[in-house]
């Protein structure tokens, strides 16, 4: 991305920047931000750089779209009043992935579904979001630690990478799927989604 | 190595309770052996995932009667392979089997698969398996369901350190439709005491490796498996359609002919 489109609007699309500033705003907001901002990851150091721009350039000068930017962003807040009131669960998510990411990266780790991690004798479930997030971060960080560990399998092997990007997708899911019943069952004292 | 006097002294039948006493050497030590009971697989699925020991069953609905005091109930799954229809009046297990073999079904939890009489399908446990590396397993039918003439069958034996949801072959044995409803008790998983330790260096066998739904089974073609046998040519029937002139159009195929 050049740094002039970082911070310019088309014709369809707000500037990156700005996106990306929302998204910062956000996740600090929710509390993600104090528990993503140490990974090694490109993403954080891109939403950093791009979320410290604060002037834009207009495709459309001419249709009022600054204008409509401004009175956009003012009534933002509401609208995030307003998610927050459907989803108050959002609000715990940071929190329990920040506690039981590691344990979710460790079942896949070892090729196991993470729908029900032994913390202390209980079995309390992952909320989704937070098994979606870790499962994420396995993806981008560890899948070579998982593949070393299997008979024939080569991190270079683009088949080998894809079956297994597969398979954390499944596990993924089935962990989903999982938290569902157990909830529905009323063996799930977590808040999820 | 292991003398005769101490595997004399391991059995304990009554040939070995005829003869003198023995020691057994400490170059073998007897380990625990049998069926896992209750209290051992509760224990077992305490342990954390990272300990080789641990056991894996996930999600363990309804855990106090599950239980069993030699065996964990399994529950049917919600995705199904069901066998299709091919076009040739044969089937060769190969490299194709598959993509052409089957019909993959999902079926919600609530709702029913119609398994004609006489037929088998491939499901799946809804549980997620992890073995202990001291451990291999069985899975059985239940009573009540074998009761109903639906037997789940044929390849029962789990290894050692598998995980993954376990493929069930079912079938229809009645003249009977039988309708299976996914979510509801299907089998039993007995677990039995195998004499081996964990070993950190060795590999995970990557087939069947954490499948979450049922899976054909990964089969090279004929002549690729015989080659490595010595067997330098191998007969197949060429694969392809007839149309309405009776002619014949193969379908994409390399393969040597016998």
Redesign the interface.
């Known amino acids: 991305m050049g740094e002039e489109t970082e911070a310019k609007f088309d014709a369809e699309h707000p500037a990156p920047a700005l996106r990306f500033r929302e998204q910062l705003h956000r996740m600090k907001e929710d509390g993600w931000w104090r528990i993503v901002q140490g990974l090694s990851s490109e993403h954080v150091s891109l939403v950093t750089k791009l979320a410290a721009k604060t002037k834009y350039s207009f495709e459309l000068q001419e249709k009022g779209i600054p204008e409509f930017i401004e009175a956009f962003q003012t009534i933002i807040p509401f609208i995030h009043a307003l998610v927050i009131e459907i989803t108050p669960h959002c609000g715990t998510a940071a929190k329990d992935f920040g506690r039981r990411r590691a344990e979710i990266e ?2 896949l780790l ?4 993470p ?4 913390v202390e ?1 209980g079995a309390p479930s992952p909320t989704p979001v937070s098994m979606i997030n870790a499962a994420y971060c396995f993806y981008l960080t560890r899948l070579p630690e998982l593949m070393s ?5 080569e991190d270079s092997n683009l088949k080998h990478r894809q079956n297994l990007i597969e ?1 954390l997708e ?2 993924t ?2 962990g989903i799927e ?1 938290f569902q ?2 909830g529905a ?1 009323g ?1 799930n004292t977590s808040s999820g989604n | 190595m292991a003398t005769e006097d101490d595997l004399t002294a391991l059995r304990t039948g009554r040939d070995a309770a005829r003869r003198k006493p023995v020691r057994p050497s400490r170059k073998i030590r007897p380990s625990a052996s049998g069926v896992f009971a209750k209290k051992e697989i509760e224990a077992r699925l305490g342990l954390k995932v990272h300990n080789p020991k641990s056991l894996v069953i996930t999600p363990l609905l309804d855990k106090k009667k599950a239980i069993d005091a030699d065996s964990v109930d399994l529950r049917l799954g919600t995705c199904f392979l069901l066998p299709r229809s091919l076009p040739e009046p044969y089937f060769s297990p190969d490299e194709d089997t598959a993509t052409s073999l089957y019909v993959k079904v999902h079926v919600p939890l609530g709702r029913y698969l119609v398994v004609p009489a006489h037929q088998t399908v491939l499901g799946s446990t809804l549980e997620f398996i992890k073995l202990p590396c001291d451990a291999s397993g069985e899975v059985l039918t239940k009573s009540s369901i074998a009761r109903t003439f639906i037997v789940v069958e044929t390849a029962p034996w789990i290894h050692p350190e598998y995980r993954g949801c376990l493929t069930l072959e079912i079938a229809n044995v009645s003249n009977t439709p039988v309708l299976l409803y996914p979510g509801r008790p299907i089998g039993q998983l007995v677990l039995l005491h195998v004499d081996r330790e964990h070993d950190p260096k060795a590999k995970i066998k990557s087939s069947y490796f954490g499948p979450v739904y049922p899976e054909a089974p990964p089969f090279q073609n004929p002549e690729k498996d015989l080659r490595k046998i010595g067997v330098p040519l191998t007969s197949v029937i060429r694969k392809g359609t007839i149309d309405g002139n009776g002619r014949f159009a193969p379908k994409r195929d390399h393969r040597q002919l016998g």
Do not use: I, T, Y
Not at chain 1, 115 to 118: I, P
Not at chain 1, 149 to 153: S, T
């Open positions: 460790n079942c070892h090729g196991v579904v729908s029900q991690l032994l004798g560990r299997l008979e024939g399998q398979r499944a596990w899911m089935k999982d019943l157990l069952s063996k």
